[in-house]
């Protein structure tokens, strides 16, 4: 069986991943502090002349942040660029997500990315509580019976997800997922292309066809690429790990050797056919920007 939703949503970020060849994007997440704030719109000013298909706005966990995405997402909004809102069903019961689909949809948002979420603060397992929803398939299941046409995502995971007892079961989950009505992916992040062209034809070959869109964060050092390996399990490349150990003591250099592995790995991602690049940047432009204005990929993209 073929997995391939699809909803009439006008313009969603499935539509600009089919006729923007190829989508950028952008993730955010709402900022906690007056100095966090102008950062963030330091950084959407920054980014806007690439012309982004669309930028997400996370959520805190057990969805401690949802004010924060409604709050930022109209700043998103007011710069004309659409926007992806994180949607988590941890903490949430089911009035709760309807009141926050609803209010989602007077905020003008259509496209929405269903995950199921962190634990709360202070519990290291999710644990769903009665009314709670357990799994992201349950989330995209319950957004799809809503009355709204949302364009639903998803998150997947290359190197699979680390709760997930093989990358058999991991890809049973996905597939649920798309099944329940997810209309484009997006991945974890990963520092090796082969992860990702590998579970992009393991997923063809189980009947995924939505769009695969890889999520890339560039590096800027030694302490940062560790606590996301920690975090994720993502393989740091072998060459990228000597890089970055020999400049622990050269920031500089760390950033421009994650550059240069960053726009390396983007640009043959377009061209072996990735139908984007979302950059997860954590509220700052210089490194997805530095990535962009990089030789092989400016071949590869042009900005309206």
């Known amino acids: 069986m073929i997995l391939q939703h699809v909803t009439p949503a006008v313009s969603s970020v499935r539509e600009r991943l089919f006729d923007r060849a190829p989508c950028i994007s952008f993730e955010i997440f709402p900022p906690r502090t007056s100095e966090g704030a102008a950062q963030l719109a330091h950084t959407l000013d920054d980014l806007q002349p690439f012309d982004p298909g669309y930028v997400s706005v996370t959520c805190g966990a057990g969805g401690s942040s949802h004010e924060g995405t409604l709050e930022t997402a109209r700043l998103v909004q007011a710069r004309g660029v659409r926007v992806l809102a994180h949607l988590t069903c941890s903490g949430q019961d089911g009035a709760e997500l309807h009141d926050l689909l609803r209010r989602l949809r007077d905020e003008g948002v259509e496209d929405l990315l269903a995950l199921r979420g962190d634990p709360p603060a202070g519990e290291t397992h999710y644990e769903p509580r009665p009314g709670e929803l357990a799994h992201a398939s349950d989330l995209v299941r319950f957004i799809r019976a809503s009355s709204a046409p949302f364009c639903i995502g998803a998150a997947c995971y290359p190197e699979g997800h680390l709760e997930s007892e093989s990358k058999a079961a991991d890809l049973d989950h996905l597939r649920a997922k798309v099944a329940a009505g997810a209309e484009f992916l997006v991945t974890q992040v990963f520092f090796e292309n082969a992860f990702y062209f590998d579970f992009v034809e393991r997923c063809r070959r189980a009947g995924i066809f939505v769009p ?93």
């Open 212 to 304: 695969i869109v890889p999520g890339i964060m560039p590096v800027t050092s030694y302490e940062q690429i560790e606590r996301f390996t920690r975090k994720c399990g993502a393989t740091v490349p072998r060459r990228l790990q000597l890089q970055l150990e020999r400049y622990q003591h050269a920031p500089e250099a760390a950033r421009q050797a994650g550059v240069e592995h960053t726009s390396e790995q983007c640009a043959e991602l377009l061209e072996r056919g990735a139908p984007g690049i979302h950059f997860f940047t954590l509220n700052r432009s210089d490194l997805a920007k530095r990535v962009l204005a990089s030789q092989r990929l400016a071949a590869r993209v042009s900005f309206r």
